[in-house]
């Protein structure tokens, strides 16, 4: 089994800075990628930020330049560091690891962008 367990979320005022981090336990063996996924009510999900082992970053257009993942691969974590937040940023947010042969996903944590 493998367990990521996210950490980060919470209440920021539009303009603000949130981190997000997920570590990634268990039978981990090798992750091909991590990622952050998005889900706000009434809103078609997003992937918002994907980093390969290889250290390929891919953005979805509307966190372009506001956004930056990162990545501590001995300690199997991902960061997701959010600056300029927007209201339409409020969601709750997924890690996600891609172990093959599935794709893992942790529970999630909620970020609200005040305006």
């Known amino acids: 089994q493998v367990q990521l367990v996210e950490s980060g979320g919470g209440l920021v005022q539009a303009g603000g800075s949130l981190r997000l981090s997920c570590a990634a336990s268990g039978s981990i063996g090798s992750i091909n990628a991590m990622g952050w996924y998005r889900q706000a009510p009434g809103k078609q999900g997003e992937l918002v930020a994907r980093?390969?082992?290889?250290?390929?970053?891919n953005y979805a257009d509307s966190v372009k330049g506001r956004f930056t993942i990162s990545r501590d691969s001995p300690k199997n974590t991902v960061y997701l560091q959010m600056n300029s937040l927007k209201p339409e940023d409020t969601a709750k947010y997924y890690c996600t690891a891609d172990i093959s042969p599935r794709v893992y996903w942790g529970q999630g944590t909620q970020v609200t962008v005040s305006s």
């Open positions: 980093i390969t082992r290889g250290g390929t970053t």
